[in-house]
T-cell receptor, first 112, second 111 residues
């Protein structure tokens, strides 16, 4: 089993460009999450999906959109990238919102 | 004030030492998680606990709900334990589906 996979691993964008970060899990988990990690700050929740067909905003949703494409896949879209979105992005999944989360390897995004 | 505070922020020790990392939180919680972030960036869940103590190998996690405090202990520390250790809490009512994370404690074990 691959667990949680994320693509791409690294990405450089120019201000105003758009892109989609992909996340997939093969553990048949119901819940999936997108976090960002910035230096000196803890992981912060961007969006989450408690179950297939539902999505909710987290702590820092502005500038992002998500799609729960099916039970396996949860994508994060930046419509118009800004330098403030330079960060490392982690996707995670869990079988329920109340259990431990399994994390992907992360995507390092730089916006120039 | 952050909801979750960890101390120390950085810790350097010699191989074999007993390590303690602390986590204090300010809200009522239903569970507390300890995670490990490797130098390469990957994040792994170590423990999830809501009361008492859990042990896995050389790692021990304890929680005191009344004092809103948890500790992560590492016995007989080894250089491979060098990592960032992250505490996260899940709220009791509102936001019960979400985790709030501390800033992490960077642990370095020298041989």
């Amino acid at each position: 089993n691959a667990g949680v996979t994320q693509t791409p691993k690294f990405q450089v964008l120019k201000t105003g460009q758009s892109m989609t970060l992909q996340c997939a899990q093969d553990m048949n988990h119901n819940s999936m999450y997108w976090y960002r990690q910035d230096p000196g700050m803890g992981l912060r929740l961007i969006y989450y999906s408690a179950s297939e067909g539902t999505t909710d905003k987290g702590e820092v949703p502005n500038g992002y959109n998500v799609s729960r494409l099916n039970k396996r896949e949860f994508s994060l879209r930046l419509e118009s990238a800004a330098p403030s979105q330079t960060s490392v992005y982690f996707c995670a999944s869990s079988d329920s919102p109340y259990n431990e989360q399994f994390f992907g390897p992360g995507t390092r995004l730089t916006v120039l | 004030k952050n909801e979750v505070e960890q101390s120390p922020q950085n810790l350097t020790a010699q191989e074999g030492e007993f390590i303690t990392i602390n986590c204090s939180y300010s809200v009522g919680i239903s569970a507390l998680h300890w995670l490990q972030q490797h130098p390469g960036g990957g994040i792994v869940s170590l423990f999830m606990l809501s009361s008492g103590k859990k042990k896995h190998g050389r790692l021990i996690a304890t929680i005191n709900i009344q004092e809103k405090h948890s500790s992560l202990h590492i016995t007989a520390s080894h250089p491979r334990d060098s990592a960032v250790y992250i505490c996260a809490v899940r709220g009791k009512i509102q936001g019960a589906q979400k985790l709030v994370f501390g800033q992490g404690t960077r642990l370095t074990i020298n041989p």
